[in-house]
């Protein structure tokens, strides 16, 4: 493996998708991530197109990196294989509901009783300290929870989900780089710990953190929701033939689109001739900017605004993103040939390091692909790893294939 995570060794006991793009995230930059899975595999193992039972895409996007371990955690021995990972584990992150997790004797209290310097992560709905805890949530009861389908409400008339698994997504990476810095943490005072990523809270402050506005003071200063970013006219704007997105931004920035679009006289106009000014009247300016864009094309557009150095580009389709020009450039989807599905397309690691370059060396793996493997590096006899699979408690192949791209 490679990357600046390389030597870190992180047990995945999550599911679905916040928990393995998290995991996923840091398998990228190096760390040698087990997926710990129930027999029946991952859910998203079945989500989307297949080309295999197993292998949908909804679970290709978000498990690279990974070797994927079957343990019945309801069988002693997976229970005690689990115990061995552990005392040479940095890392152990679930997205198991606190009670359950502690009934199969897996609380943080007894892991870190078991290994003082692993990193526990718990991937919550919410935290453990409030009324809501152990209740069980995933990513559209969150963002209706924690105001984003509020928010969407209040620009369409009802309440609404994003197109996108936001909830779910922003909180991996908020998951991820917690436990980075709770490495960092260990490597000065030696001492690992349990960290609690709670989805409720972690989406209310992502939300809050420019939509409190007016309510960041008390008494409020104004409502809250952040004005520009609520202004119904803060869309893609029109063009004779299309669409243009353009954000004019700094006082310059709108003095030379005035100048451009033939309206010198707003330059100096009392409700836009700077930021605060424009904050306070911002449906309006948006309103006019965009009706100043309605007369010419797209392209014309673009190369104006490029010339004017006002940040602007076309919409693009999902599809239209395999074709981009930038992309194809810097190389960002690759193909690789997976053992068992054939060609396939992923996006790159999209963050660079000129040093410690992290890397997609694994494939996404079958069920229980690298079972054998991983019991055989805890030091389990071909005997005890057969008995393991012929009561349930694992699943494998005799033989493992690798999946290096």
């Not at 679930?94 to 892991?111: M, N």
């Not at 809501?132 to 989900?161: C, F, H, N």
């Not at 008390?218 to 809250?224: A, D, K, S, T």
């Not at 119904?232 to 954000?247: F, K, Q, S």
């Amino acid at each position: 493996m490679s990357g600046p995570l390389d030597g870190i060794r992180v047990l995945d006991l999550t599911s679905v998708v916040l928990g393995p793009l998290a995991t996923q995230t840091m398998g990228d930059l190096g760390a040698d991530v087990i997926k710990i899975e129930a027999p029946a595999g991952d859910t998203t193992r079945y989500t989307g197109p297949a080309r295999s039972d197993d292998m949908a895409a909804l679970f290709m996007g978000l498990n690279r990196n990974k070797r994927s371990l079957v343990l019945d955690l309801k069988i002693p021995s997976a229970r005690d294989a689990l115990w061995r990972l552990i005392d040479g584990a940095d890392v152990f992150i679930h997205s198991i509901r606190p009670q359950k997790i502690a009934r199969l004797g897996f609380g943080h209290e007894d892991v870190l009783a078991r290994n003082s310097r692993i990193i526990y992560a718990g991937v919550h709905g919410y935290g453990s300290a409030g009324p809501y805890a152990g209740a069980p949530a995933y990513d559209d009861v969150i963002q209706g929870q924690s105001g984003s389908a509020d928010l969407m409400a209040r620009l369409t008339g009802e309440p609404r989900y994003l197109p996108t698994i936001m909830a779910d997504k922003t909180c991996a990476l908020v998951a991820a780089y917690s436990i980075m810095a709770a490495l960092y943490e260990r490597e000065k005072s030696g001492r690992g710990q349990f960290i609690e990523i709670p989805m409720f809270e972690t989406m209310t402050a992502f939300n809050m953190a420019e939509h409190l506005f007016g309510h960041s003071f008390e008494p409020p200063e104004g409502p809250m929701g952040y004005s520009r970013v609520l202004a119904p006219w803060r869309r893609p704007y029109a063009t004779r033939d299309g669409h243009v997105c353009m954000l004019a931004y700094t006082d310059e920035q709108w003095r030379r689109f005035w100048g451009e679009v033939g309206r010198k006289e707003l330059i100096t106009d009392p409700h836009f001739d700077n930021l605060s000014n424009r904050s306070d009247n911002i449906e309006e300016l948006y309103r006019i900017a965009g009706e100043c864009l309605t007369e010419r094309t797209t392209a014309d557009w673009l190369e104006r605004l490029r010339r004017l150095d006002i940040p602007s580009a076309p919409i693009t389709s999902l599809e239209e993103l395999a074709d981009d020009e930038h992309l194809r450039a810097v190389g960002f989807f690759k193909q690789a040939d997976h053992p068992t599905e054939g060609k396939i397309v992923m996006p790159d690691i999209p963050v660079r390091f000129d040093r410690t370059a992290g890397a997609i060396d694994r494939l996404q793996p079958k069920l229980g692909q690298h079972s054998i493997e991983v019991l055989r590096e805890l030091g389990l006899s071909e005997n005890e790893i057969g008995r393991m699979l012929a009561d349930g408690a694992s699943e494998g192949q005799t033989t493992q294939e690798e999946t290096d791209p």
